[in-house]
């Protein structure tokens, strides 16, 4: 294992988000708010020390990156930037502990939108635009970040962004990897820009609408308000963030080809016509069942029903109601919604359209074949033969999905949480959602969760994110072997 080089590469994302901490400070500044020096040391902090450990390991090579060492780079890495993320809580003293202040950090970075903040409205702005900015960050991907912007990374680069994206999708969309993260961003931050536009014209401050769009396109759900996007009580908000939230979705390999004037890409993805189906249905589903109860009115309740439903399918966690009201079928379905995630290649969590969709394809190939036990069928996607080793690969990850949900709920549940807190919270940390049922709903947070359990969450945010494999491996002794 060549730990000089997956702590050089460590030292510059570290170095990168310095960067975003002294533009935090920036805004803190501009409003003269008592979170300018917090934020300024925790720059410091934190060049400092992504500086010195550079140095440290500024011989060791990095052109020879293996598999084993792209894992536990990515892995580290986003450990290391909760870390780091969390110091300007620490110090602005936004919270009293450092469980909360990283708990908040990884739910940051990581997209879940989990938050332990009681009173929103009263952080200052630095602050809550460094919070904005770590979904905003995570959204892509740091690691995804650090490739776009430091060539210096080297032929190891490939394994990063195997490690970061899920193998099953990894494509090259220009010659050169570095391109491809380039090209990423640039679409990213264009939608992010539009989206920030759109909000503004709506009514919302600047301040707001840039840190929504940051939190809306990275699909994490943190808001600068207690009331999240209910706050701004707007039919146009509410369609435009359900809107970006559902572009949000969609695999950014399409868009890249759509921007290149190949819109067709998008009629031939089996999976993005699985994602408009799913969406469709859930909607409509949710619309039907809250007409006459939650809503007198149908378009009152398709307003409300399309935009929870894509908030918790592309795992955003914006409220506009308090779904824990709803009906009890409402309510398990936008659990089952969180499962199914966005799409593969998107800023969503979840276990990915693509997954599911598979899944389903290879239980009717098993009913048929029963059926027909002569018939020779072939699983297809995008009319391309799916190989054995990536289903082999698929069902793994849902099984280990399923130890990891059941494992964490019980240990919810052994300190003290009711089934339904339980269940959901990993649920959700796992989907990297953010609100879910019980007493971890949109109207609650989980400032009420024991300290144990957010270190539990803590893990099933960061498993989550990184597609599970990726921290699961690091558990395996034979993972660390010569």
Known sequence: MRYGSVLNLISVVILIISFFLLLSTFVALYYRGDDFYPLFYSFLITVLSGGLLYLLTRKSKREDLRHREGFLTVTLSWITVAFFGSIPYLLADT???????????????????????????????????????????????????????????????????????????????????????????????????????????????????????????????????????????????????????????????????????????FLRSDEFRFYIWVSVAAVALVTVNLWGRQYS??????????????SIMTTTGYATSNYVQWSYFAQILLVIMMFFGGMIGSTGGGMKQVRVLLILRQIYRELYQL??????????????????????????????????????????????????????????????????????????????????????????????????????LLLVPHFWKK
């Open 95 to 265: 919270f009293g502990s450092f469980t909360d202040a990283y708990f908040e950090s990884m739910a940051g970075f990581t997209t879940t939108g989990a938050s332990v903040m009681t009173d929103i409205e009263s952080n200052p702005k630095g602050i809550l635009f460094w919070r904005s900015l770590t979904q905003w960050l995570g959204g892509m991907g740091i690691v995804l970040f650090s490739l776009a912007v430091m060539p210096l990374i080297g032929g190891g680069s490939v394994q990063l962004f195997k490690a970061e994206v899920p193998e099953i999708t990894v494509e090259k969309l220009r010659p050169r990897l570095m391109d491809t993260a380039k090209s990423l961003w640039y679409i990213y931050t264009i939608l992010t820009a539009v989206a920030a536009l759109l909000y503004l014209l709506g009514g919302m401050s600047l301040f707001d609408s840039i840190c929504h769009a940051f939190t809306t396109l990275a699909t994490g759900g943190f808001s600068t308000k207690n009331q999240s996007i209910a706050y701004f009580g707007s039919t146009y908000i509410d369609a435009v963030a359900t809107v970006f939230m559902f572009l949000a979705g969609i695999n950014y390999t399409l868009y890249f080809y759509a921007f290149k004037g190949n819109f067709s890409r």
């Open 297 to 310: 009115s149908v378009l009152e309740a398709l307003r409300y029903a399309s935009f929870q439903v894509i």
């Open 371 to 472: 059926i027909h036990p002569r018939a020779v069928t072939v699983l297809r996607l995008d009319n391309r033969h799916v190989p054995k080793e990536i289903l082999g690969n698929i069902w793994g990850f849902v099984f280990l999905f399923i130890i990891i949900w059941a494992g964490g709920t019980l240990l919810l549940g052994l300190l003290g949480l009711d089934i339904v807190t339980s269940a959901s919270a990993v649920a959700s940390a796992l989907c990297n959602v953010g609100p879910a049922l019980g007493t971890v709903g949109p109207a609650d947070n989980y400032q009420g969760i024991p300290l144990l359990g957010k270190w539990v969450l803590i893990f099933c945010m960061l498993t989550g994110r990184l597609e599970v494999y990726t921290v699961i």
